[in-house]
């Protein structure tokens, strides 16, 4: 049973770039961690993993689109993506789903959902994605995995890679975008380097109407928006079975614009936040940033005690920054006043993972280790002085005071796992694992205010939970290009400690009720999942479905004040997400995905209900044709989000995209030309309509927050390598 170390064409989401690259074989698979933590061939995985590669991700950037969003639209099951900084609501079969670069989580206890703003594509080899709930990484992976594998350095005489691009819609001056990057990589037997730097600066989106979108205030958006990735790494073989690779990114997305929201009646008698508009003048002592520093140290060892070694240690630091937003305030004199104010959110998260894996004779593995991690979060916020913010109509915010925003807190927590495969037959394969993990939370005091503007500070404190989850699985192959298996597996999820603790509220009657950890601890909700699936590969084909059924006695909610609450109430969600390609003669390919799922909760009557359309996920497929002779290529996709009505009747409207794509190379390298929204179709993002119905009415009118969705945009694309 040991793996196989072959590299060669994955079993991919969609479709590859060039449709003959995936005639060439029909038994060579690429090795994905994804699955079980070492590599591994995906026809040895019992579960649905959807490939990206390098080339099919470039070509989504090429036709204009980002990470998250090409993400949406390659890998079936995960949610279609909003357009603006925040990925809320991009779940996977539903529910939440864990973000990776090389193994190490960008999850956070603190649910900021910035985990695709943290790496720019060019540096990405390809990315991993396994759907369904799992633990192999911890918490937060209730709906899958995706596991982002970065570049590295090849052996051989130096070489580069360079790129540029320009994406516009014609609208005006500022409807720009516009991306820099290079690399470069080198190496001999021994010792292989990489180094690659990417730059992206952003002007000002327009909708399909040709109107200026307005910025998303709650979450921020990625408008008149600067972005810098470095990532180097350096492998060496330091003997003939052990080798170090060490990776470190910088990596820096912020708003560097002089474009904001005007409130024309901050100073008015009875102040609101209605008919604003879009001017010129903007400027802030804090802007909607991203920060990110990672470094990654990973070591194998070919033979330690007969057994192949893994250890991974790490170290994440993210600074999180948001922009000036209205909260209403009870305590002035006016009817309908608003402070503004923005938070500053940061965690640091260290780590250590062991992992031996062991052959147990020809048809048994065992892969056992530990997990050791540390988590350290704090906030503060920044008000701004009423009198500028008044004056100016918000377009100018200086700060008056910085307060703490929400409690810090530390969370160690230690795991053990284990993970057996035992190949009973030719054809069939038994696995099962087991993994506890226990986590230990510690808690700052924290001062604030009611809402009847009495001080109050809430005890801080420690306590801690553990899970214990488990999973089992049987693969069969068919032998003839078809599996299929049988899967169940469990997940867990720790709702936000941030939101959660810290909340200080008026009593009826007098006296406050605080929100503190001794008299509301956190236990981990877990997610069970039962997953029946198959893929082929052979021929002119490759397809791979999937239909899941997973569910929870707990779900998490926010309240009014968006605070984090879990109610005891019975969670579902089901579905079935598959995707197919068909290569045809002459370079010529079509296929397309789909996921149908449908959320619901139980009512307190008894009965299911639909899932509120703020948490539920959305249907959605896609559908392309493509063609390509290694020298041209054209690619139509077309993209859609059904519609989600909740029994509340709060109601998601879907929408229908088509995106065009164009390649040609030469002997000065490849160009690209790529139509996004290629009809101008005019829409509210899925994000948008949802943080419509979050944030108003209590913190203002529902156009401030209905963040629309990009119109017809053209994207010119020069690469090359050498």
Do not use: C
């Amino acid at each position: 049973m040991k793996k196989s170390l072959t590299l060669g064409l994955a079993i991919a989401a969609g479709t590859t770039p060039l449709a003959l690259q995936a005639q060439q074989t029909e038994t060579q698979e690429t090795l994905v961690v994804v699955g079980s933590r070492t590599p591994t061939q995906i026809s040895q995985i019992p579960g649905a993993v959807w490939i990206v590669e390098q080339q099919e991700l470039q070509q989504q950037i090429e036709g204009g689109a980002d990470l998250k969003t090409a993400l949406g639209r390659l890998v079936p099951g995960l949610d279609l993506a909003p357009q603006g900084r925040t990925n809320y609501g991009q779940n996977l079969r539903g529910r939440s789903v864990q973000v990776l670069i090389d193994g190490v989580s960008l999850n956070g206890s603190r649910g900021l959902s910035r985990q695709f703003d943290s790496i720019d594509p060019f540096n990405i080899e390809r990315v991993e994605v396994l759907s369904g709930a799992s633990s192999l990484y911890g918490g937060g992976a209730t709906g899958g995995i995706i596991n982002i594998i970065t570049r590295r350095g090849e052996a051989g005489a130096p070489q580069g890679r360079s790129e540029a691009g320009v994406t516009t819609g014609f609208n005006r001056g500022d409807d720009r975008d516009f991306r820099l990057a290079q690399s470069v990589s080198a190496g001999n037997e021994r010792v292989q380097g990489y180094l690659g730097v990417a730059y992206q600066d952003n002007g000002r989106h327009f909708d399909g109407a040709g109107e200026e979108i307005f910025p998303d205030i709650a979450q921020t958006d990625l408008q008149d928006n600067r972005s810098i990735d470095i990532l180097g790494n350096l492998g060496v073989d330091l003997a003939p079975q052990q080798r170090l690779d060490l990776t470190a990114q910088l990596y820096r997305s912020g708003f560097e614009g002089e474009r904001g929201v005007y409130f024309p009646n901050l100073d008015a008698a009875s102040p609101n936040l209605n008919d604003a508009e879009i001017r010129d003048g903007y400027r802030s002592d804090r802007d909607p940033t991203t920060d990110r520093q990672l470094i990654n140290l990973q070591y194998h060892h070919g033979d330690l005690l007969g057994q192949d070694f893994y250890l991974q240690a790490f170290h994440r630091e993210e600074d999180a920054n948001f922009q000036a937003f209205p909260y209403p305030d009870p305590h002035w004199s006016a009817p309908d006043a608003y402070e503004f104010r923005a938070s500053q959110q940061s965690t640091r998260l260290s780590g250590l993972k062991a992992l031996f894996d062991a052959e147990l004779g020809e048809t048994l593995a065992l892969s056992y280790g530990l997990d050791f991690d540390r988590e350290n979060f704090d906030a503060n916020q920044m008000i701004f002085d009423r009198a500028t913010t008044d004056a100016s109509g918000g377009l100018v915010q200086s700060a008056a005071r910085v307060e703490p925003r929400y409690p810090g807190y530390r969370i160690d927590t230690t795991s053990a796992f284990a993970q057996s495969d035992w190949q009973l037959t030719e054809a069939l394969k038994l696995s099962a694992g087991l993994r506890h993990q226990r986590m230990d939370v510690a808690v700052d005091d924290f001062p604030t205010v009611t809402d009847s503007g009495t001080s109050v500070t809430v005890p801080g404190g420690e306590n801690d939970y553990s899970a214990t989850l488990f999973n089992a699985s049987a693969l069969y192959d068919f032998g003839n290009g078809h599996q299929s298996w049988l899967r169940y597996s469990q997940g867990f999820e720790l709702p936000d400690p941030a939101k959660h603790y810290g909340q200080a509220k008026d009593a009826d009657g007098g006296g406050v009720i605080v929100t503190d950890v001794a008299g509301s601890p956190l236990s981990a909700i877990e997610t069970d999942q039962i997953e029946l699936g198959w893929r082929y590969q052979g021929g002119d084909w490759m397809a791979q479905a999937a239909a899941y059924y997973s569910w929870s006695d707990k779900a998490v909610e926010n309240d009014t004040d968006l605070s984090v609450v879990v109610v005891d109430q019975d969670k579902r969600d089901y579905g079935l997400e598959g995707a197919v390609t068909h290569y045809f003669d002459h370079g010529l390919e079509a296929g397309g995905t789909l996921h149908l799922t449908r959320s619901e909760q139980r009512s307190a009557a008894g009965g299911w209900e639909n899932r509120d359309a703020r948490y539920a996920s959305v249907s959605a497929a896609t559908a392309f044709v493509g063609w390509s002779d290694f020298q041209r290529s054209a690619r139509l996709q077309a993209n859609h989000a059904f519609d989600l009505e909740d029994d509340a009747d709060r109601r998601i409207d879907g929408f229908t995209t088509l995106d065009l794509t164009l390649g040609q190379r030469t002997d000065l390298g490849r160009f690209s030309l790529g139509v996004q929204n290629l009809l101008d179709e005019q829409y509210s993002t899925v994000w948008g309509q949802r943080a419509a119905m979050f944030y108003s009415p209590y913190y203002g009118p529902e156009y401030l927050y209905d963040y629309q969705g990009r119109g017809r945009t053209y994207t010119l694309t020069w690469s090359l390598e050498y």
